[in-house]
């Protein structure tokens, strides 16, 4: 029941969303991951689904070269080790230098001090986006000192909404807290979106993989990242919604949700697609 | 054809089979994971599926942390070495300090003297369930000294029946032994389970993921890791049985038994679930 | 619109080929797997689904036991690290000492001086096998110097034809180039091998999996490296046509594809297998 406003917004923001996601098909930008052992898998397959190109290249050795060749880096603390954490600040250091997007996925962010002061230090080297689930944003914000329950959140993204902004305002960066409603803000305006499934919640790294998949669309709409956020959520969130129609659990709905990623179409992403600025 | 007795013995297993998952789905216990490369997607997927929420984190430094927020702890040495192995026993010291469970799975030991060690120096610290395949249990319990084929078992389970209760009695731990009938000891009392099919040892570390399932339901009924051990064996073989009604060969075979462990109710516990004591 | 010489030919491959696949099914070959995180389920799956038996192990500390056991070596570069470099070039050196045949798999190589590097030293030390797509074998060739774009190949098969030659003839290994004719050279013999479908590049590390099922093929063939390869290529790639039948995407691709693997029969391989010497 949304109202004639609204309407007229979604259907503008569909249009973009559209031409962003024909845009990563049209360049299929090169995304370099440093990411979680789990993850691999999923986040190789959605970017691949989607359009673009991963490669998981972790060796500082050759991340000079490397991230040169990449058109954004995605950086995922899952399964973190002092080893990768050193990779991901090399990296992190080498796409500022030379201009590219990075977007930080700050997994299990608050679970040990290790942990969150590594993300802490990833954050001062200035993400793009950040993108975590509720509890991952407040802890990152310091609103909350409740360890959180693994890798799950334990919050919801209204409350996590003023951590977000004022996170997205001390850091510069955009902040994107995934749940039944995804908020990505830049410390101003908040684009909601409400796409997607909650059983999506019970396939293992699909916040991880969409990481990654933003970090596709920001590379072809460098001065977008907002934006950018808000179109990767909302149509991988829309490739679940539609990959659950023929899903009957978790595991097939990865499956057919991969499947409608990769076949998206500007009718149901004209139709489909829900944002809005809140 | 099961006589009476065991018709009954089996109700009431599956009536406390259906209460454990109940359970873990309730509780959704956090299980911390220090496995193999290649489990890491399916063993959390298996977790999710049945209502846990899984965490793979191995960084020594955030194990002290780490571990005392997780409900259980699986340790698995598939792609083992000195670095993960040192985390491995610094999480098992953890969990025993904090008394909490934690499930060993001994993948191809006995392919080399490394290996063998190693997983010897876990033993001794005391885990509360070990799962492996026949020829694991023999090679662990010191009942064969031919090397193994890999991580495939060239042993049948009633070859390491007195095997896995010799090791059960000498460490103190619950032994299980996959196969065709999953046996489960603690030295003295064996509980056989038959469901599964053997399609499921067709896909990749099916056996990792059920380890890692037992952590689960150890967690939420400490006090009977005998039966908890049970209970996650026949289940995880029930949704293999009902993914096979509908597979095509391992790859769907995977897909459904995921979903059929997520999707699983009282009616196909109560009546397909077997369990009796041997 | 094959001339009756190519069919004949055509006939006996397929013949061939099946009698391969047959005996893979019979010996299961153990096949060790030193390769890049992201490819660990795929790899392990598709060897499975062939019949074969695979096993990642990667700590120096077991090489010399554990390749001493394994039938065939399969090592991947893609998300290579100096510490991993060394487990490869351990078990490279171990399988040669004991005579067992071990491919290559260079991902990316020419992405940096660090990969390309490592790779020349791993082809010093004389694999059975190097396949790669037409940008990495043209890299390794010193056939181009222009930076690939991450691991998607750039270049087509055909431009790599002479490249791949000379590299066979440099090297004394059997080439092949994946792409929509896959080239297997000995550097004078050329098979063309026109199976399989461009989705299957949509679905991450298909050619991976494709290099650990041609060291499979090798170890249960161990005179005929050149025709192993073009088996191994042609029948993954009549799984891909088979599983393309009833894929709505690449994800359910992936899935039906891995169970056309496991269920393919001697009727799909003698009618379907294309296969022509060049």
Redesign the interface.
């Known amino acids: 029941m949304a109202s004639f406003r609204e309407l007229r917004g979604n259907e503008s923001w569909a249009a973009e969303a559209w031409k962003a996601l024909c845009k990563v098909r049209e360049m299929?930008p090169?995304v370099?991951c440093i990411t979680?052992?789990?993850s691999?898998?999923?986040m190789?397959?959605t970017l691949?689904?989607a359009g673009a190109?991963?490669?998981?290249?972790?060796?500082v050795?050759?991340i000079?070269?490397?991230t040169a060749?990449?058109n954004a880096l995605c950086i995922n603390i899952?399964?973190?080790?002092?080893e990768w954490i050193f990779s991901m600040k090399t990296a992190a250091v080498r796409a500022n230098e030379l201009n590219k997007p990075w977007v930080l996925d700050p997994v299990?962010v608050g679970?040990?001090?290790?942990?969150t002061e590594r993300c802490l230090e990833l954050i001062a080297l200035r993400p793009a986006v950040i993108r975590g689930n509720a509890s991952e944003i407040m802890a990152v914000a310091g609103a909350t000192t409740a360890?959180?329950?693994?890798?799950?959140s334990i919050h919801n993204t209204p409350d996590a909404l003023e951590a977000a902004k004022e996170l997205a305002k001390k850091t510069h960066c955009i902040v994107a807290v995934s749940g039944a409603v995804d908020l990505v803000t830049d410390g101003k305006r908040v684009l909601g979106v409400s796409n997607g499934v909650s059983l999506m919640?019970?396939?293992?790294?699909t916040g991880c993989a969409v990481t990654a998949l933003i970090a596709a669309f920001i590379s072809v709409n460098p001065g977008r990242p907002l934006e950018s956020a808000a179109f990767a959520l909302a149509l991988f969130g829309l490739a679940g919604e539609i990959g659950y129609e023929k899903?009957?659990?978790?595991?097939?709905l990865?499956?057919?949700?991969?499947?409608?990623?990769?076949?998206l179409d500007e009718a149901a992403v004209y139709s489909r697609i829900r944002i809005a600025q809140i």
């Open positions: 299929a090169l370099q979680n052992f789990v691999m898998d999923i190789a397959n691949l689904a190109s991963p490669a998981m290249v972790h060796a050795e050759e000079s070269e490397f060749i990449a899952g399964t973190l080790s002092p299990g679970a040990s001090r290790f942990r360890p959180p329950k693994g890798v799950d919640q019970r396939i293992t790294a899903a009957s659990g978790p595991a097939s990865r499956m057919y949700m991969l499947d409608a990623l990769h076949g």
